[in-house]
């Protein structure tokens, strides 16, 4: 456990910036919610809700990190299950995109919203089973899944918001 310890530092900072976000994301869709048009819903399934999951796992890994466990098994097999429940989110936010006709995803769009947080969750699984064996790999791949969920959040949440800004205008 003393490995997990030096990590305290880092899941502060993640945990509180996931923390913040999550805060500034609902700031940002009350001040934008009386422009959604009517199939805005559709979209928002696809592309909002995402966000706020992706900067909810960053902060729940963070303080499943802090947890004073009396084995890293109990930790490695909760954020395993993170992992498995976010790569099956993340199938699903896929369909979610194919079937919405709202908006037309690009690659970007693929990229940050399917691709990259597949990535993340699947890094998340893979690194809890490879704790037994190699419990300092496994913490790395932990932290570079909480911090890649948490800038596939913020990149979102400013996709998202610059489109309510810039795009929805020019549909007016």
Do not use: K
Not at 40 to 56: C, D, L, N, R
């Amino acid at each position: 456990m003393s490995q997990l310890a030096a990590w305290d530092s880092f899941y502060v900072i993640v945990g509180s910036a996931a923390g913040a976000l999550i805060g500034l994301q609902f700031v940002v869709m009350t001040l934008v919610a009386n422009r959604p048009g009517p199939r805005a819903a559709e979209a928002g399934a696809a592309f909002a809700t995402p966000t706020i999951v992706h900067f909810g796992s960053a902060l729940l890994l963070s303080a499943l990190l802090r947890v004073p466990w009396g084995s890293i098994i109990v930790g490695a097999t909760l954020w395993g299950l993170i992992g498995v429940c976010g790569a099956a989110y993340s199938i699903l936010v896929s369909r979610r995109m194919r079937r919405q006709t709202v908006y037309q995803p690009e690659l970007e769009d693929w990229l940050f919203h399917a691709v990259l947080p597949l990535i993340a969750y699947m890094v998340l699984a893979l690194s809890a089973l490879a704790v037994p064996a190699h419990t300092r790999e496994a913490l790395f791949g932990i932290g570079t899944a909480a911090l890649l969920l948490l800038f596939i959040g913020i990149h979102n949440a400013w996709d998202s918001t610059s489109y309510q800004v810039f795009g929805s205008r020019a549909d007016s």
